[in-house]
């Protein structure tokens, strides 16, 4: 248990709300009960039976045969969850799988010329549009569009998911394929919550306060994401690198030129200054639907931490459907997000049409499903900025589930 309480006795419940910060039903103890997260938080994070006592074996009683039961016991629980979603996914048709998203690509797309032709207009309203425009155009391409190819979901070639994924993750976003698929994939989906990998610290500037951090850092994404791109391009093969740095420059160049030559700026200086202002358009909600989902809820040791279906059940929460947030980043990164990393390589329309059953399958196997909204974790990260982004996280004393 975090903050140094400890749940030695066998059989009580743990219950923590998405602070991450549990308490000890029916203890009776005030010390406990004061470290539960505000009441404007309404999830709650349930690991029912986890203990941390002696070692199993000893004199406490409990059988040796107890890790390798409940480590079965939860692999049947992922299986049977797995079959029922699998069912939903066979029954489903192209348009299901991966139609609807594809589709919502490719209107943004078609939105580009309007979108830069907007901007010609000397008046507010119409050049107003605009920016809304191109700025909800960006972020669904490379938000919604790179998350999808990163994990394959747009199309069931790998070929064809390697060309996606070089044209969103690299000409549209200035990132590397490999160090982004690499971090994501690899890392924080394979070690979700898992102090020291997936537990998504890239996203802490603790030297930031935490209203420069939540309300002006953001602002500068745009130009931190392809500084960040260039030093990685140390880790990966040169033919890699030389491929991103020619698709980085194209993706920039493309946006510049447009700017110039269609929707008319006089200045390399005014173009560059809204290709800023579009860029980081739905950067504040980009900043913290990832820090929301994610810090402040369980984390974990690499060598203790659960099985997936608990790890991704308690370190994953879902914020509530948002009509701009869902087009622009995508259902996986909002509304389904414990969906998307139970079952990842499935596209943002199947992790909605798959939500009533794992959410229905979950709490029925008492398992925790996390939901909150997003003004109340807004005020859980400005009330507890300290200790959930400066600070190092807790690790969860998760042992065993009986």
């Known amino acids: 248990v975090e903050n140094g309480d400890t749940a030695g006795q066998k059989g009580q419940q743990v219950n923590g709300e998405v602070s ?17 997260a505000p009441d404007s938080s ?88 605009g920016v809304l425009t191109l700025g909800v155009v960006h972020h669904t391409l490379t938000v919604k569009g790179s998350h999808l190819a990163s994990h394959n979901a747009l199309t ?5 998911g390697k060309v996606w994924a070089i044209f969103f993750i690299e000409l549209c976003s200035a990132f590397t394929v490999e160090q982004a698929t690499y971090n994501h994939v690899k890392i924080h989906h394979g070690y979700t919550n898992v102090i020291g990998l997936g537990d998504s610290s890239t996203w802490k500037l603790p030297f930031l306060n935490r209203y420069i951090y939540m309300f002006i850092a953001p602002l500068a994404v745009p130009i931190l994401t392809p500084l960040v791109a260039l030093d990685l391009l140390r ?51 980009y900043i913290h639907v990832n820090i929301f989902q994610h810090i402040g809820l369980p984390m974990f040791a690499a060598d203790r931490k659960p099985k997936r279906i608990h790890l991704m059940s308690l370190g994953v929460l879902n914020l509530p459907r948002n009509a701009l947030l869902d ?21 943002d329309n199947m992790c909605l049409k798959i939500k009533p059953i794992v959410s229905q399958y979950l709490k029925q196997k008492k398992l925790p499903y996390n939901e909150d909204s997003y003004g109340s974790r807004l005020r859980l990260f400005l009330q507890r900025y300290e200790e959930l982004m400066v600070h190092a996280p807790p690790i969860t004393e998760l042992v065993g589930i009986q």
Not at 156 to 160: L, M, P
Not at 241 to 248: E, K, W
Not at 254 to 265: A, D, E, I, N
Not at 327 to 347: A, D, K, M, N, T
Request: with cysteine.
């Open 20 to 36: 991450g910060t549990p308490r000890l039903r029916g203890t009776g103890d005030p010390l406990l009960r004061d470290t539960t």
């Open 42 to 129: 309404r999830t709650e994070v349930m690991a029912a039976g986890w203990e941390s006592g002696p070692a199993l074996g000893d004199e406490d009683g409990t059988p040796r045969g107890a890790p390798q039961q409940a480590g079965q016991q939860e692999e049947a629980l992922m299986t049977e969850l797995s079959e029922l979603v699998q069912k939903v996914v066979k029954s489903s048709t192209w348009w299901e799988r991966h139609g609807v998203d594809i589709s919502i690509l490719a209107c943004s797309f078609l939105l580009l010329p309007a979108g830069f032709l907007c901007l010609r207009s000397a008046q507010t309203i119409p050049f107003l549009a």
């Open 156 to 160: 069931e070639s790998k070929s064809w």
């Open 235 to 285: 880790n990966v093969e040169w033919k890699a690198a030389l491929r991103t740095l020619c698709c980085m420059f194209l993706g920039f160049y493309c946006h510049y030129w447009l700017l110039l030559h269609v929707s008319g700026f006089q200045s390399p200086w005014s173009a560059l200054l809204c290709m800023l202002l579009t860029r980081s358009l739905l950067a504040h909600p």
């Open 327 to 347: 087009w622009s980043f995508g259902h996986s990164l909002i509304s389904c997000h414990v969906e998307h990393h139970l079952f990842p390589s499935l596209s």
